[in-house]
C-alpha cells in the first residue's frame, strides 16, 4: 500500500476513542469581542487535580503548580506557616513517607520543569543546528497558525483558502502548491507528499499512525500530546464546536486539526527506520521520557501549592469567624443595591454600605437572570448577554417607543456606519499607518492626538448615534407577558427579593473602560459573556417598574410596593465611579432621594479608589481624592497603559450567604459574594441554581487566572505588548506568529517584579444546611466532579467556622 492510496474512514473502536480523548482534551475559549474567563482543564474535571497535573505534566509538559522559588518565598515570609505544611502533607494522596523537613529542603534544591513529550520533529531538530537553521517544531507551528487564522478569518480577510470545503483538505490542497515551507527547510518533496495524503481527516490520522508504526496502546497518548502543540487553535476549534452543540449541530474541527498537525508528523519523516534514523532516535526519545518522567518533582510541587492553599483557607476562616449574622430587619433598608457577584464589586459594596445603615447590598450574577442576546437599533449585531454556559432564550433590541421613530433611527444608522466601513479596507492595506494620515492631510492630525493622548474623557456614544439619541433608546425585551412574568419573578428569588422591598432598587451592571486593549472585554461582565452589564440591567428595571406585571406578580405571591422603584446603574471597574442610568425615567417622588444618592456613590467611590491605589502605583495621590480620581480616569483611555485596571486578580473565594455574614469584613476584592437566603430554600432549588451557574462560572474565572499564572506559555498570552490581533476578533499572536494565544496576558498577572495572582483553587462557603448542600453534591454530577476532584473546595459555617467537605463528611480544620 501506498500514501497515495485511498483509506476507508471506518476506525476501529480503540482509534475513535483515541481521537476523541485527544479532541475531548481541549476546552474552549471564546473570541475576544466576548471574552470570557475558561477553566482551560475543564474537559479534565472529571479526574482527580492531582492526576491531571501528572498527566500533563508528562504529556504536554505543562505544570499546574508554580515553581519551588514561588514557595520557598512565602514560606520564609511565613505566609505558608508549618500548620499549612502539615496539613497539606497530611492530605497527600502518596505512598511516599515524606517528613515536613524534606519537603522544605527540597525547595532549595533542583526545580525540575516538565517537558512535553517528544514528536519526531523534535527528535530532528535534535539534530540540526538551531542557532543557524530554523526549527522544524516552530515553523509547523507557525504554518499551520497562519493557515488558520486564514480560514477562520470571517472579519477581515478579504481572501479564504478553499473555506468552501473543510479545514484538513483546505490545508492538505494549500500546501500541494505552497512551496514556502519547501524552501525554508530544504525540504522539496512536500508538495508532493501533500497530495498523495488521503482525502479525509479520519482516514490521514489512521494513515500516518501506522507510517510511523505507532502501537495502539499509545495512540491516546500520542494523539493528545500532538494536539497540545496547537492547543491554543484547538481551543478555537473547541469554541467552534461548544457554540455548534448550543443549537443541537456539530463542528469537526477539532478533528480537522489534529489531522493537520499529525500530517505534518508524516511529511517530515524520511522512512528511514535503521538503528541510526531519526525514527529510531524518536523511538527512544518517546520512551525515555515516560521512563524517566520525575513523578516526585510533581508530588512535592503539589503538596507546596495545597499549603499554600490552607494559609489562604486559614486567614478566610479567621476573617469570616468574626461576623455574626443579625436578625432580619423588620424594616428593609431605604436603598437595595444589587450588584454583580463579580470580586471587584466586594470593594465597591463595601465602601458603599459604610455610607450608611440605609444602604443594604445584594450579589446576584451580571447577568440578572435575563437570558437575552442583544441587537443595537440599526445593525444586525446579536451580542449574547449571559453567561457562555447558557444559549440566549430571548432577544432584546432598542426603541425610544415609536415604531416609527424606531425605523427612521436604525436607517439613519445604518447609512452612517456603511459610511464608516467604506474606511475599513484602506485602513487594512500595507503601510496604512502612513497612507492614511498622507491622503488625508494634516486634519487627521488632530484626531491621532486626541486618540494617543488621554487629555479628556472621551463621550458616552455609541457609533452612528448621537449622545442625545442613544440616551433616548430604551432595551426593549421581546417576549410576551408571561414569559416576561416568569423571567422577573426568577429574578426577584434570585435576588431575595420577594418579601421586603426598599424604596429604591438599584440594579448595578459593570463594565470596564480601557484603550488599546484587544482583550478589553475580558475585563468587563464574566456573566455577561465579555459585554457590559448595563443592557441586562436597563432590561430588569424597565421590566419591574411595569404595573402590568407588578400586578401579574402579585398573582405570584410577589408583591412589590407602589413607591418602590427599580433603577438602573453602572458601576466602572477601571475608575470605580457609579453612575445611574435612565435617570430621566426616575418618578419625581424619588428625584431627590436619587440626587442624595449621587453624593454617597461619590464618597463610596473616592474611598474605594484610596484602597485600590497601592495596587496602581498611586498611593501618592490616595490622601488627595480629586488628583486620585482624575489619576484613575487618565488610566482609561491611556493607550501605552497596560495595567488600567487588574481585573479578577487573586480572586480565591466564593461566598454563598447572607449579605450579614460578610458585612462590613474587608476581603480585598478576592471574593466573589453571591445573596443566599437558605430559609428561603427549602428543598435547595434555589442552592442547586447558583451551584450549577454561577458558582461553574466562578470556578472558569479562578482557573482562567490559575492557569495563566502557572503555565503562561500555554494558557496564557505572554507579552501585552506584543500582541496582534488576528482576525479581527479570533485571539492575539504574540509577535507575528506561532500558535494562538490564549488566557490572560502576563501583565494582567504581574507587576514587572511580583505576581498580583496567588493561584490558588476556588474556595466555596455555602450559609446552608449540611444536608441540603450535600443533596446538592450528589445530585449534580459535574459539581461532583468539582468537589470531589478537587478543582474547587466547599465548606460552611459551623460552631463559628468553617468546616470543609471531604469525603462525605464535614472537617474542621481549624
Known sequence: MTASSAVESHPTAELQAAINAACDSIAPNWPLDRMIAVNPYWSWVDKPFTEVAHRLARLAGSPMTMSLAYYQQRWQAGKISPQDLQQALAEAETTQNWQPEQLIAALAGEDIEPIPAPLLCDALDSQRNLRNEP?????????????????????????????????????????????????????????????????????????????????????????????????????????????????????????????????????????????????????????????SYHADATRVRLIWQRAHEISYQRQLNQALSQSAVAATCAKPARVQAAFCIDVRSEVIRRHLEAQSEDIQTIGFAGFFGLPVSYTPIGTQIKRPQLPGLLAPMYSLSDSVGSAQTDASIAQQRRKTLQRQSQWLPFNSMPASNFTLVEALGLGYIGKLIKRVLPLHKQADTAPGLSTTRLAQLRPLLNADLEHKLTLAENALIGLGLVGQFGELVLLVGHGSENANNPQRAGLDCGACCGQSGDVNARALAQLLNDKELRQALSQRDIHIPEQTCFVAARHNTTT???????????????????????????????????????????????????????????????????????????????????RQRSRGIKLDGRVFLHEYQSEQDADGSLLAQIMTAPMIVANWINMQY????????????????????????MGVFEGNGGDLRIGLALQSLHDGQRWRHQPLRLTVVIDAPQSVIGKVINEQPIVKQLVDNRWLYVARFEQGQLAFFEGNQWLLPY
Open 135 to 291: 526549527a522544524w517544531c516552530d515553523t509547523i507551528t507557525h504554518q499551520v497558525a497562519q493557515f488558520c487564522a486564514a480560514y477562520f478569518d470571517n472579519d477581515q480577510a478579504d481572501w479564504h483558502p478553499h473555506s468552501d470545503i473543510g479545514l484538513y483538505q483546505s490545508w492538505r490542497a494549500t500546501l500541494a502548491h505552497d512551496h514556502s515551507v519547501a524552501l525554508l527547510m530544504k525540504t522539496p518533496q512536500i508538495p508532493a507528499l501533500a497530495g498523495q495524503m488521503q482525502v479525509e481527516p479520519l482516514a490521514q490520522i489512521d494513515w500516518v499512525l501506522k507510517q510511523l508504526a505507532i502501537p495502539a496502546e499509545q495512540w491516546p497518548d500520542y494523539l493528545q500530546a500532538v494536539m497540545y502543540r496547537v492547543s491554543g487553535w484547538a481551543s478555537w476549534c473547541a469554541y467552534k464546536k461548544w457554540q455548534a452543540n448550543l443549537i443541537q449541530q456539530s463542528d469537526d474541527s477539532l478533528l480537522h486539526l489534529l489531522a493537520i498537525r499529525v500530517s505534518w508528523e508524516y511529511l517530515v519523516d524520511d522512512n528511514a527506520r535503521h538503528a541510526e534514523s531519526t525514527w529510531q532516535r524518536w523511538q527512544q526519545q518517546w520512551q525515555q521520557h515516560f521512563h
Open 706 to 729: 490559575y492557569a495563566s499564572t502557572v503555565d503562561n506559555s500555554r494558557y496564557g498570552s505572554g507579552n501585552k505588548t506584543l500582541h496582534n490581533v488576528v482576525g479581527g476578533r
Open 576 to 658: 470605580d465611579e457609579l453612575s445611574v442610568l435612565d435617570s430621566a425615567d426616575v418618578p419625581k417622588p424619588m428625584q431627590a432621594l436619587l440626587a442624595q444618592l449621587q453624593t454617597t456613590f461619590s464618597a463610596a467611590a473616592a474611598a474605594a479608589r484610596a484602597e485600590r491605589a497601592p495596587q496602581l502605583g498611586l498611593q501618592a495621590k490616595a490622601t488627595a481624592p480629586a488628583a486620585l480620581a482624575a489619576a484613575f480616569q487618565r488610566r482609561t483611555h491611556d493607550w501605552a497603559q497596560t495595567r488600567p485596571e487588574w481585573g479578577l486578580a487573586n480572586n480565591a473565594a466564593f461566598i454563598i450567604a447572607p
